[in-house]
């Protein structure tokens, strides 16, 4: 009794330590990586406000259309953390990690304590399902749910083999589980097909049994009434969800068309033979070239690495070979089965819609491993086998540590997938808006209506207006921010920065679309508060430009930032440009020039009593020595590049130009 209860902590331990590792994958860096937050989850976010509101669909339409079970969670989170990509992606980081222990109960029932150990730990440590774990689309609900059906089922299933009066009662939380697998995404659809592909298999067992080979009779039997109670309980935890897709067949399928191959745009007039190059590129997924969609995968990254490769089809020629085991059966079922969704649809294969094979596929590796542990100690030693499996499991984390966060989370094609841009927006005018307690956002209806996570990030008070043709172009108030489209006229939202300010304008974020090859700006940013009389200036240029401050700084990547203020006293005629210069005794040594603002606010635009915030950062062939390098400023007009003279405040003369000491 007490080395059972050692092994039974031991386990425990074991499970925990592996369910701790994978809890540390999902929620590292979470706020941060990956960045930004790409529509689908926004718009997942933007209905669990809806949720939150009041409202209780079955079914969410927006976006052509989802299952409720992940919004419903989120909604919770949204309410205990407010609206940031955080409080949706913590959800899918919980589930994640709940899915490693799942896959445990899952593998040991199907077959031992090992094979449950090692399933655990390639479910806790693979690229595939880590990644899905940060990232907030409901797909992540589906692999936790199919661990506790498959588990709860197979439990039923052998009591019901051995005559267990009480495997009625695992029958039925199976059912449980399956009815509310069905609300977690579109791909749970076919998991029915699964099990009936398993019932299947029975039948043809048992057939063979007769005329092939012996197994056991208590083996042989097809428990109907569980299986029977099995699909009663998920229908009637699914009724609601079944009851809208018989009501609503067009809402339901839309989704399903849209990426079928059987729809011509998808497959050319040619479903049979599209249908053979995704079931080739479906079964390439495992070890050769996976998806390349950022969002789902490192780009092009099979299910496992080059070492679990091996281990997977090692773990796939036993399964095949013991086919007529119902442990071995089942999981290549269910893994054929449960590929059908990418298999059929574009983009194949596509983790997403793959993802109903999760955690089950993850049992065949471990098939492999403990192969190979076994033979490792009947041939070598336990020290030897032990080795072994602690270095390949090593490499396997260290390669998916690297290829995660250093290769993929970080990089720019993960920035631009995730629509960052979108996100540092929203971040721009919510810090504003909380630095200025009395302040205005005002956000262009081209961004609002463009990026739902504009619109999830940004709360729509009072205090933020989205800018139609039909805003009064009036500022509301003293403290402003306006984020405007810039591919557009923006001189008519001038007006709406406050007379007398301190206006800083600079261009934001870069965006990329999926189709896109280069990035383009996404916003400009405008920011206004008041300003108070200042003293004398530092120098007047011409007779109505005056700099106020002016100030050097090295930053980083050797470069140098000059950053000065101008105010206007006059309206202006010219659109001057502006030049800064690091010079020495013998010359020029770099420079930057341009219009202020980028262009994006002219000194046509400014107004008498406008302070300006400018800025250029010079890039540095050498390092900046004050002894003996020069900072000048200097403002000309571009058409004549003849430079306005400068004037100290007492009226002396600097000639063309100020030089900062």
Same mark, same amino acid.
Request: proline fraction near 6%.
């Given at each position: 009794?007490?080395?059972?209860?050692?092994?039974?902590?031991?386990?425990?331990?074991?499970?925990?330590?592996?369910?701790?590792?994978?809890?540390?994958?999902?929620?590292?860096?979470?706020?941060?990586?990956?960045?930004?937050?790409?529509?689908?989850?926004?718009?997942?976010?933007?209905?669990?406000?809806?949720?939150?509101?009041?409202?209780?669909?079955?079914?969410? %339409?927006?976006?052509?259309? $989802?299952?409720?079970?992940?919004?419903?969670?989120?909604?919770?989170?949204?309410?205990? &953390?407010?609206?940031?990509?955080?409080?949706?992606?913590?959800?899918?980081?919980? &589930?994640?990690?709940?899915?490693?222990?799942?896959?445990?109960?899952?593998?040991?029932?199907?077959?031992? $304590?090992?094979?449950?150990?090692?399933?655990? %730990?390639?479910?806790?440590?693979?690229?595939?399902?880590?990644?899905?774990?940060?990232?907030?689309? =409901?797909?992540?609900?589906?692999?936790?749910?199919?661990?506790?059906?498959?588990?709860?089922?197979?439990?039923?299933?052998?009591?019901?083999?051995?005559?267990?009066?009480?495997?009625?009662?695992?029958?039925?939380?199976?059912?449980?589980?399956?009815?509310?697998?069905?609300?977690?995404?579109?791909?749970?659809?076919?998991?029915?097909?699964?099990?009936?592909?398993?019932?299947?298999? #029975?039948?043809?067992?048992?057939?063979?049994?007769?005329?092939?080979?012996?197994?056991?009779?208590?083996? #042989?039997?097809?428990?109907?009434?569980?299986?029977?109670?099995?699909?009663?309980?998920?229908?009637?935890?699914?009724?609601?969800?079944?009851?809208?897709?018989?009501?609503?067949?067009?809402?339901?399928?839309?989704?399903?068309?849209?990426?079928?191959?059987?729809?011509?745009?998808?497959?050319?007039?040619?479903?049979?033979?599209?249908?053979?190059?995704?079931?080739?590129?479906?079964?390439?997924?495992?070890?050769?070239?996976?998806?390349? +969609?950022?969002?789902?995968?490192?780009?092009?990254?099979?299910?496992?690495?080059?070492?679990?490769?091996?281990?997977?089809?090692?773990? #796939?020629?036993?399964?095949?070979?013991?086919?007529?085991?119902?442990?071995?059966?089942?999981?290549?079922?269910?893994?054929?089965?449960?590929?059908?969704?990418?298999?059929?649809?574009?983009?194949?294969?596509?983790?997403?819609?793959?993802?109903? +094979?999760?955690?089950?596929?993850?049992?065949?590796?471990?098939?492999?491993?403990?192969?190979?542990?076994?033979?490792?100690?009947?041939?070598?030693?336990?020290?030897?086998?032990?080795?072994?499996?602690? +270095?390949?499991?090593?490499?396997?984390?260290?390669?998916? %540590?690297?290829?995660?966060?250093?290769? !993929?989370?970080? @990089?720019?094609?993960?920035?631009?997938?995730?629509?960052?841009?979108?996100?540092?927006?929203?971040?721009?005018?919510?810090?504003?808006?909380?630095? !200025? =307690?009395?302040?205005?956002?005002?956000?262009?209806?081209?961004?609002?209506?463009?990026?739902?996570?504009?619109?999830?990030? +940004?709360? !729509?008070?009072?205090?933020?207006?989205v800018l139609t043709d039909d805003t009064p172009r009036v500022p509301a108030s003293p403290q402003t921010v306006v984020a405007l489209w810039p591919f557009q006229d923006l001189s008519s939202y001038f007006s709406l920065l406050p007379e007398n300010s301190t206006i800083s304008v600079r261009e934001g974020a870069q965006e990329s679309g999926d189709l896109e090859s280069e990035a383009r700006l996404l916003y400009v940013l405008f920011q206004a508060v008041p300003h108070s009389d200042a003293g004398r200036p530092l120098a007047i240029f011409g007779d109505d430009i005056a700099l106020q401050e002016a100030g050097v700084e090295p930053v980083a990547d050797?470069?140098?930032?000059?950053?000065?203020?101008?105010?206007?006293?006059?309206?202006?005629?010219?659109?001057?440009?502006?030049?800064?210069?690091?010079?020495? @005794?013998?010359?020029?040594?770099?420079?930057?020039?341009?219009?202020?603002?980028?262009?994006?606010?002219?000194?046509?635009?400014?107004?008498?009593?406008?302070?300006?915030?400018? @800025?250029?950062?010079?890039?540095?062939?050498?390092?900046?020595?004050?002894?003996?390098?020069?900072?000048?400023?200097?403002?000309?007009?571009?058409?004549?590049?003849?430079?306005?003279?400068?004037?100290?405040?007492?009226?002396?003369?600097?000639?063309?130009?100020?030089?900062?000491?």
């Open positions: 009794m007490i080395d059972g209860n050692r092994e039974v902590s031991h386990e425990f331990t074991l499970v925990a330590g592996i369910t701790l590792l994978a809890a540390l994958f999902r929620f590292l860096l979470l706020g941060q990586l990956p960045p930004g937050l790409y529509h689908d989850e926004a718009i997942n976010g933007l209905d669990a406000l809806r949720v939150l509101d009041g409202a209780t669909p079955v079914f969410f %339409t927006a976006n052509n259309g $989802r299952e409720p079970l992940f919004i419903y969670l989120i909604a919770g989170s949204v309410a205990l &953390l407010g609206r940031s990509a955080l409080a949706i992606r913590i959800v899918p980081a919980v &589930l994640g990690t709940l899915t490693v222990p799942a896959t445990y109960l899952l593998s040991r029932r199907l077959f031992n $304590r090992r094979i449950g150990l090692l399933t655990a %730990t390639i479910a806790a440590i693979t690229v595939w399902s880590i990644n899905l774990s940060r990232v907030g689309f =409901r797909a992540v609900a589906m692999p936790l749910f199919v661990a506790l059906t498959v588990w709860a089922f197979w439990r039923g299933y052998e009591q019901r083999i051995r005559r267990d009066r009480t495997a009625w009662r695992w029958f039925a939380l199976a059912g449980a589980f399956a009815g509310i697998m069905l609300y977690t995404y579109l791909a749970a659809r076919f998991a029915p097909l699964a099990f009936l592909g398993f019932i299947g298999y #029975l039948l043809l067992r048992r057939r063979l049994h007769t005329s092939q080979f012996t197994i056991h009779d208590s083996r #042989l039997v097809v428990p109907w009434s569980g299986f029977l109670l099995f699909a009663c309980v998920a229908i009637i935890v699914a009724g609601p969800l079944l009851g809208y897709f018989l009501t609503h067949r067009t809402e339901a399928a839309r989704r399903a068309f849209q990426v079928s191959i059987l729809n011509p745009e998808i497959s050319g007039g040619d479903p049979l033979g599209t249908l053979l190059d995704h079931a080739g590129r479906t079964l390439l997924m495992f070890n050769v070239r996976g998806d390349f +969609i950022p969002r789902h995968n490192v780009p092009l990254r099979p299910v496992f690495d080059p070492l679990l490769s091996i281990f997977f089809l090692l773990g #796939l020629g036993v399964a095949i070979r013991q086919w007529r085991e119902p442990a071995y059966g089942f999981i290549l079922i269910w893994t054929s089965f449960m590929l059908l969704p990418t298999v059929l649809a574009e983009d194949a294969p596509h983790f997403l819609r793959a993802v109903g +094979i999760l955690p089950v596929v993850f049992i065949i590796p471990a098939l492999g491993l403990s192969v190979a542990i076994h033979w490792l100690k009947r041939t070598q030693s336990l020290a030897v086998a032990g080795s072994t499996l602690l +270095i390949a499991l090593s490499l396997s984390l260290g390669l998916t %540590t690297y290829d995660y966060f250093v290769r !993929h989370a970080r @990089s720019e094609n993960t920035y631009y997938q995730f629509e960052t841009g979108a996100t540092e927006l929203a971040s721009d005018v919510n810090t504003f808006l909380r630095q !200025h =307690r009395n302040s205005q956002a005002y956000v262009d209806h081209v961004l609002w209506g463009g990026w739902a996570a504009i619109r999830f990030l +940004i709360p !729509h008070s009072q205090r933020v207006t050797g470069r140098l930032q000059v950053r000065f203020v101008l105010e206007c006293r006059e309206p202006l005629e010219t659109s001057y440009a502006i030049t800064a210069q690091l010079l020495t @005794s013998a010359g020029l040594i770099t420079q930057e020039d341009g219009p202020p603002a980028r262009g994006f606010y002219p000194t046509t635009a400014w107004r008498a009593g406008d302070r300006i915030i400018e @800025s250029r950062t010079l890039e540095l062939p050498v390092p900046y020595d004050p002894a003996r390098h020069s900072v000048i400023i200097a403002i000309y007009d571009p058409d004549t590049m003849q430079r306005l003279p400068v004037a100290a405040p007492d009226g002396a003369s600097l000639g063309d130009r100020y030089t900062y000491d």
